[in-house]
């Protein structure tokens, strides 16, 4: 298992439209635990294959809180939705920031388990939200798309400035004088 390094806004990869998964093999089974194991620890609630510079259509989901209901779709289609909402959204590709976006509150999706499997399955609430939320992943799309151009502008601005300062304090830490590779 291992920890994936998770792309964030306003990170160009993060805008690459994802492609069909077509190999159900071992090497996606490990790719989908990486993912799972790198969503709990974050922590969050949804991680797509695209946040982890992996563009291919995969998305994983566990909206229990106590780990109990972990989702795995590949290829993933919404078949039918329901309703409107407005929901407080985050993204740990955009860390930090939480607005409102509107969703649909019903969503019933056709996708295929981590063998490739095909399956139904009806989600409300939370996890409807979460699921349009990766999916926009795979197409390129963050919630910030979804708010005014000076808010994201603002947005990409802070997170810009907050990734300087990180830098500069790992820069820090690097003895005077030391290599650097
Ligand atoms: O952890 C997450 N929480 C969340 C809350 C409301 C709506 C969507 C989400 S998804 C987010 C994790 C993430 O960025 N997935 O792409
Ligand atoms: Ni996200």
């Not at 790198?38 to 563009?55: D, E, F, K, R």
């Not at 078949?79 to 409102?100: K, N, Q, T």
């Not at 197409?139 to 997170?159: A, E, M, Q, W």
């Amino acid at each position: 298992m291992a920890l994936l390094e998770i792309l964030e806004f306003p990170d160009p990869r993060l805008r690459t439209r994802a492609e069909p998964v077509t190999r159900f093999d071992a090497e996606l089974v490990r790719l989908v635990d990486d993912m799972f194991e790198t969503m709990y620890a974050a922590p969050g609630i949804g991680l797509a294959a695209s946040q982890v510079n992996v563009h291919q259509r995969l998305l994983v989901m566990d909206v229990s809180g106590d780990r109990s209901d972990p989702m795995v779709f590949a290829n993933p289609e919404i078949i039918a939705r329901d309703g409107i909402g407005l929901m407080e959204e985050g993204c740990l590709s955009v860390p930090g920031i939480f607005d409102e976006v509107e969703r649909a509150q019903r969503v019933t999706v056709r996708a295929q388990d981590r063998h490739g499997i095909t399956f139904e399955r009806e989600l409300t609430e939370l996890a409807a939200v979460c699921l349009q939320h990766e999916m926009d992943h795979l197409d390129g799309k963050l919630f910030v798309d979804y708010l005014s151009s000076l808010k994201r502008d603002r947005i990409r601005r802070k997170l810009e400035k907050d990734r300087r300062a990180r830098t500069e304090r790992h820069d820090a830490k690097v003895p005077v004088g030391a290599a650097r590779v």
